[in-house]
């Protein structure tokens, strides 16, 4: 089964760096450079954009805030940044209330917000150097340059950069300071792909360094492949949250195979608590089990010589999960939906169920 094999491969860490899990786990207690309790956001005409949301960030782990467009990722960061007021619960960020002890704050933390705003008639360098002028510690602006590979445009104003090259700018600029929190919003949006990857690996390097972030992004892959622990919010609650694969493992793994080969679709055995779907061309078995699911379908595959063409089986992506959270709200369906392109139907263990015929 090399596809599940690599997909399980997809949702284990691919990198880790043992500093930062000795750093997060020392004498046995994780601290916390963030905890939110039960944060609300209410904006002036009443809206609540952010409703009783928790959760903490360890030191030295990153952690991703997804969820689709309006769902208050911007709007909970904005309180962590120190940029607005909650209407209900509570924030630290090192140990500090973001918005009233902003002196103790600011100096620690980096923000790369999702538009940065600088005047354009100013060169890179120039606003590297401004910007360094207002911290209390920072890297030599060519160093913060090089890390985003800025540096050769130090000399451009910053209203001919590309739109990829801002956010670098941006992010060459919430580094400067070395903060210990880094805010990162939405920091890859508009890179092409070699600029993102180039972003992963600082990001990466800055984790190495001890440095812990908070992450809003889009990108599902960004996610899957930095985050330690991610938590998806869907208007303006927390939905699911875990690392990647306790989040993933909230959605049902699929086996599928090709229908309507030579030999007919075949009569398949009992699969307790597992559901037949239909869907392009494919016979797919929806399971919270699949080994057993698995292990069951080949060895009764193989006592009953049938072929089940273009076998393949998969956990649930982290794009299942948010697809479904999208849709749905919790990530559930609703007892009694069906997809109007899929024909569902739950097997209670009926002998010779057909999923060709739905029956
Ligand atoms: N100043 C404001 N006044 C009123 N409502 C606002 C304001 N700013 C944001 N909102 C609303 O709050 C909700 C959450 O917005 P927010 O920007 O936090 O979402 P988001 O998850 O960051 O979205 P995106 O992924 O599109 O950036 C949205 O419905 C938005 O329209």
């Given at each position: 089964m ?13 990198w ?14 994780v ?14 005409g ?36 120190g ?11 090192l ?6 002890a ?8 980096g ?27 920072s890297?030599?602006?060519?160093e ?23 956010r ?40 190495e ?74 016979t ?18 193989e ?57």
């Open positions: 090399p596809e599940e094999t690599s997909e399980v491969g997809a949702h284990a860490p691919r880790r760096c043992p500093q930062n899990e000795r750093r997060s786990r020392e004498g046995g207690a601290s916390n450079v963030i905890d939110v309790e039960d944060l609300s956001r209410r904006y002036a009443g809206f609540e954009a952010v409703r009783e949301v928790s959760f903490s960030v360890r030191r030295g782990e990153l952690f991703a805030l997804l969820g689709t467009n309006g769902a208050g990722k911007t709007s909970t960061l904005e309180v962590l940044e940029l607005a007021e909650p209407s209900g619960g509570r924030v630290r960020v140990g500090f209330d973001p918005g009233r902003r002196a103790s704050v600011r100096p620690r933390i923000i790369m917000l999702q538009e940065g705003g600088f005047p354009g008639d100013l060169t890179v360098d120039e606003t590297a150097r401004m910007w360094a002028g207002t911290l209390t510690s890297r030599p602006v060519g913060a340059l090089e890390m985003v590979e800025l540096a050769h445009r130090s000399k451009v104003a910053v209203a001919q950069l590309s739109g990829g090259e801002r670098r700018l941006d992010l060459a600029l919430a580094v400067l300071g070395r903060p210990e929190v880094l805010f990162l919003d939405e920091p890859t949006t508009g890179l092409d792909p070699e600029s993102r990857q180039n972003t992963w690996r600082l990001v990466r390097r800055l984790l360094g001890g440095t812990s972030v908070l992450l809003t992004t889009h990108y599902l892959d960004e996610a899957e492949t930095l985050a330690d622990r991610l938590a998806i919010m869907h208007e303006g609650r927390i939905v699911r949250e875990g690392t990647v694969s306790e989040v993933v493992a909230s959605q049902p793994a699929t086996i599928s195979f090709a229908s309507g080969g030579s030999g007919g679709d075949p009569q398949l055995p009992p699969l307790d608590g597992a559901r037949i779907v239909m869907s392009g061309g494919r797919v078995i929806e399971t919270e089990h699949l080994q057993q699911t698995l292990t069951r379908l080949l060895v009764w595959a006592e009953h010589r049938v072929e089940l063409p273009e076998l393949a089986a998969r956990p649930a992506s982290l794009e299942q999960v948010f697809l479904a959270v999208a849709e749905h709200g919790d990530g559930s369906p609703p007892a009694g939906s069906g997809d109007a392109e899929l024909r569902a139907e739950t097997l209670t263990g009926a002998p010779g169920t057909s999923p060709g015929t739905g029956r």
